[in-house]
């Protein structure tokens, strides 16, 4: 059974960072494609930031434009963990993020690819 668990939203003020985690059971990260979804109040979910492997030593990150520069994508294989480093936030990041992998390797901002999903974290951007 395949379990994806979101940590580490909260509540920050605007220019603040957090830091989310993703631990993954019943998959190994490394062979799948990892990304952040996120969804705020009445729009749709919509792709933050991908991450899997280009090489057995490189992976390949991609990000949303809206975040590109401000939010880093990274996994640690040993712990089987998927993180979302977020900087400079700004209200609009506030939305319940979510974590999921697919075994695909195209397409990667294209939620309906995915497989796997987590129950989500809800991050709010507010002073």
């Known amino acids: 059974q395949v379990q994806l668990v979101e940590s580490g939203g909260g509540l920050v003020q605007p220019g603040g960072s957090l830091r989310l985690s993703c631990v993954a059971s019943?998959?190994?990260?490394?062979?799948?494609?990892m990304g952040w979804f996120r969804q705020a109040p009445g729009k749709e979910r919509e792709f933050v930031a991908s991450i899997r492997s280009l090489t057995a030593y490189a992976d390949l990150t991609t990000y949303a434009d809206s975040v590109k520069g401000r939010f880093t994508i990274s996994r640690d294989r040993a712990k089987n963990m998927v993180f979302l480093q977020m900087n400079s936030l700004k209200p609009e990041d506030t939305a319940v993020y979510y974590c999921?992998?697919?075994?695909?390797?195209?397409?990667?901002?294209?939620?309906?690819?995915?497989?796997?999903w987590g129950q989500g974290t809800q991050v709010t951007i507010s002073s």
């Open positions: 019943g998959i190994i990260v490394s062979s799948y494609t």
């Open positions: 999921a992998a697919k075994a695909g390797i195209s397409e990667d901002r294209l939620a309906d690819l995915y497989n796997y």
